[in-house]
C-alpha cells in the first residue's frame, strides 16, 4: 500500500489549492480516505474524509464551507480542494487509511492502526 501526497505549496491568505491523494493496494471505491494535517508545534488534526462506499464526506468544523474532499475512482486518487485559505491553515497535509470502508464520526483515532503518506507542506501566507 502507498499513498503519495502532492500539490502543497505556498498560498496566500484567501487563495486556493487543491492537494493530490495517489493511491496504490487499496482501492478508494473501498477504503475510506482520510485527510489529516499538523501545524508546527501542535499535534495532528482530522480535517475531513471520503467513505469508500458511497463517497460521503465529513469535515471538520473549522474547514466546513471552505474545503472539499473528492475523489476519482478511475485515477484512485483523493483529493483535498483549499479555498479560503487562511494562515492558520500552514500545516503538512497527510491522507490516511484506517482500513476501514466508511468515515467515523468524531475525532480520528491517530493511536489506532492508520497508514499514511509522506506528507505535503501548504504555507498560507498573510
Known amino acids: 500500500v502507498e499513498l503519495v501526497e502532492s500539490g502543497g505549496k505556498l498560498a496566500q491568505s484567501g487563495g486556493s489549492l487543491t492537494l493530490s491523494c495517489a493511491a496504490t493496494?487499496?482501492?478508494?471505491?473501498?477504503?475510506?480516505i482520510i485527510w489529516f494535517r499538523q501545524a508546527p508545534g501542535k499535534e495532528r488534526e482530522g480535517v475531513g474524509c471520503?467513505?469508500?462506499?458511497?463517497?460521503?464526506?465529513d469535515y471538520t468544523d473549522s474547514v466546513k464551507g471552505r474545503f472539499t474532499i473528492s475523489r476519482d475512482i478511475g485515477k484512485n486518487t483523493a483529493y483535498l480542494q483549499m479555498s479560503n485559505l487562511k494562515p492558520e491553515d500552514t500545516a503538512v497535509y497527510y491522507c490516511?487509511?484506517?482500513?476501514?470502508?466508511?468515515?467515523?464520526?468524531?475525532?480520528?483515532?491517530?493511536?489506532?492502526?492508520?497508514?499514511w503518506g509522506q506528507g505535503t507542506q501548504v504555507t498560507v501566507s498573510s
Open positions: 493496494g487499496i482501492a478508494l471505491d473501498w477504503y475510506a
Open positions: 471520503i467513505s469508500g462506499s458511497d463517497g460521503s464526506t
Open positions: 490516511a487509511t484506517d482500513w476501514g470502508r466508511n468515515c467515523k464520526s468524531g475525532t480520528v483515532d491517530f493511536a489506532g492502526d492508520l497508514y
